[in-house]
């Protein structure tokens, strides 16, 4: 048989190998997609039993568009400052002569390590009178800016100079080779940190909470607390979902399909880095501090005066001790569980990116816009009725965890694989490996750095999490997040101050990792 024929057969059967997803990869998404849509059929049954005069008179009513107003501003404001701030950031430290880049770098990851409602207690305690929509977009943005800063910086580190210096060599100007070429390339992590902030906006409750600004995430939490009002809870919770699907139809539609991986190691020499004349040098050591100074160094000061207040008898409590123990194990358990539930989809979603799979994946986005009560209110509701057995134990907790943080591993992992070429996981099968043992030596090995950061924000998020754990703990379980609330709502805050400091602490390491794995995306 001639070489050409070889090549042609070889051609053909890398295309067949391409077009037939593994059949355990499209189970096991259907049945992780599936759980996700307990939450919202929850949602959708309530709304359906309570009666549309009911539903009429629960939504469409002024307080329905006030929480609506400020839900759209909010996430109108904050979500393209967190791309500018992200954006800028990865570039100063990633793409110009900046002194102190990989200091600035590490620095700009660490707030991940502050839980949100840390965030906003602190600035509440040191600025009493900060509320309404302007402290929630500045006090998100600090939060939340890290969800861009991180893929874009990881995309930026590994792009082919190449082809900005033949667009330098044909007389492009610098700005316009960063529109032209490298900006387009960015469109893949900006998207998808960009989906990351919108959904975490929609969900958040604890740092609206503490500066008194209404969202639907507040309102649904306060009629379930104050009334227990299940009808007008959800229905909020329904106008919210429809929001979160507007969200997500906007990003599936303007993600498109292009292709960011390339067979071969590229330009084997380091990225240029423009050189910054002394006003922008400063202009950006100056932008940096200001990002520094008001994302880490305001709450952290504010947590050393609670901890210098509360002296050493603030640490001789059994409780605190218990709390960091279930915090720590229930947080790994969860970040392994989600990261293997969320290989199949994100594959599918990048191998073959057909309408199924992208509504397979779209069903964890939009479940995961809920707030945290609503998930566990659904998840009582469920267990009680049909899986007594498992009301109020760790498996329940662990859904809820599955249900809600599913997209962080998602978005790093469809990152990573995305980065990984399919023409080594075609030649692969074509050697004799099965698909799975070809996803799993191949590419999975590749889109190990993204799979790594996504664990690391799993992680995160259950350290962090407060109203789901509320609920759905078993009796006896405390952890570091729901003792911190418990304490700040009896106004005890020099005894919330070490539960506050172990949250951070543990998270610390974490957002290391997330850090150096996105170094290591460089060096694929």
Not at 358 to 366: A, I, S, T
Not at 456 to 475: H, Q, R, Y
Request: net charge positive; hydrophobic share 55%; with cysteine.
């Amino acid at each position: 048989m001639s070489v050409v024929n070889i090549t042609e057969s070889t051609n053909v059967q890398s295309r067949v190998l391409q077009r037939r997803p593994a059949f355990t990869m499209v189970a096991l998404a259907v049945i992780f997609s599936m759980l996700s849509l307990i939450p919202p059929a929850f949602v959708i049954f309530v709304g359906f039993d309570t009666g549309w005069e009911t539903v009429k008179a629960l939504i469409f009513r002024p307080r329905v568009a006030e929480l609506l107003s400020n839900t759209l501003l909010l996430v109108a404001f904050t979500v393209p400052i967190c791309v500018l701030v992200g954006t800028l950031i990865a570039w100063l430290t990633e793409r110009t002569t900046l002194a102190g880049r990989r200091a600035w770098s590490m620095l700009a990851v660490a707030p991940l390590a502050i839980p949100a409602f840390v965030q906003s207690y602190a600035w509440v305690s040191a600025v009493p009178s900060i509320h309404g929509l302007p402290a929630g977009i500045f006090l998100s943005t600090l939060a939340y800016y890290p969800f861009i800063y991180l893929p874009v910086a990881a995309v930026l580190r590994r792009l082919d100079p190449t082809l900005e210096d033949v667009a330098a060599s044909l007389g492009t100007p610098p700005w316009a080779i960063f529109f032209r070429i490298v900006l387009p390339q960015l469109k893949l992590p900006v998207w998808g940190g960009a989906l990351l902030v919108s959904l975490h906006l929609l969900a958040e409750y604890g740092l609206y909470a503490m500066i008194r600004f209404d969202t639907f995430t507040t309102a649904i939490y306060d009629q379930f607390q104050s009334t227990f009002s299940g009808p007008a809870a959800n229905m909020l919770a329904g106008v919210l979902a429809l929001c979160c699907l507007v969200i997500l139809a906007i990003e599936g539609g303007t993600r498109g399909k292009a292709r960011y991986a390339r067979v071969g190691a590229g330009a084997s020499r380091e990225q240029k880095r423009w050189q910054l004349n002394a006003p922008l040098h400063t202009a950006g050591q100056l932008f940096l501090l200001a990002v520094v100074l008001l994302a880490l160094v305001v709450p952290l000061a504010v947590l050393c005066r609670w901890l210098w207040l509360g002296g050493i008898e603030n640490w001789n409590h059994a409780d605190l001790w218990l709390s960091l123990q279930q915090t720590l194990l229930l947080a790994c358990g969860g970040a392994l569980l989600i990261i293997a539930a969320g290989i199949p989809i994100a594959w599918l979603s990048v191998r073959h990116p057909r309408p199924l799979f992208r509504v397979l994946e779209g069903c964890n986005y939009f479940t995961s816009s809920l707030p945290g009560i609503v998930v566990a209110l659904a998840l009582v509701t469920v267990t009680i009725h049909y899986l007594r057995p498992i009301y109020q134990t760790e498996i329940t907790l662990f859904l809820a965890y599955l249900l809600m943080f599913t997209p962080r591993a998602l978005i790093n992992l469809r990152a990573g694989i995305a980065q990984a070429p399919v023409e080594l996981e075609n030649v692969a099968r074509s050697l004799g490996k099965t698909q799975a043992r070809a996803i799993w030596s191949v590419t999975l090995r590749l889109a190990a750095p993204g799979a790594a950061a996504g664990a690391a924000l799993v992680f995160l998020g259950i350290t962090n999490e407060l109203t789901a754990t509320l609920l759905l703990s078993p009796l006896g379980t405390r952890t570091l997040s729901t003792g911190f609330w418990a304490l700040t709502s009896e106004i005890d805050y020099v005894a919330a101050a070490p539960y506050a400091l172990l949250m951070v602490l543990i998270s610390l390491p974490l957002t290391g990792i997330l850090y150096v794995q996105s170094q290591k995306l460089a060096g694929l």
